[in-house]
């Protein structure tokens, strides 16, 4: 039992990021709607997942000299480490359900 809600086990898992039904679909439609009432002509949108939140795409997005001045900081303070070692695991588990939504356009001068 996680959290000691018993019901937990017969919930559906939540959606993976990326599929395009439900939460993310509704987002979606709120995001151009958002962009429309601005003026924003043109839409493309785009959704994928958040692959930098692993370490193979943080060390895509950072580069290796970023990376291991990183590291070099959070292994030079304790807490940082601690807090680390606490946040990986974390984000392991959540990276499969988080995505990214990105709405481009150009909105007349």
Not at 36 to 58: I, K
Not at 80 to 107: D, I
């Amino acid at each position: 039992m996680r959290g000691g809600h018993h019901r937990d086990r017969d919930r559906p898992p939540p959606r993976r990021a990326g599929d395009r039904g439900g939460y993310l679909a509704a987002l979606l439609e709120r995001a151009e709607a958002n962009a429309r009432a601005a003026g924003v002509a043109g839409l493309d949108t785009e959704t994928g997942p958040f692959e930098m939140m692993t370490p193979r795409g943080f060390l895509a997005d950072e580069g290796l000299p970023r990376c291991l001045a990183i590291m070099g900081q959070v292994a030079g303070r304790p807490a940082y480490a601690r807090k680390m070692a606490w946040l990986m695991p974390c984000m392991a588990k959540a990276v499969p359900y988080l995505g990214y939504v990105l709405v481009a356009g150009t909105k007349p001068a």
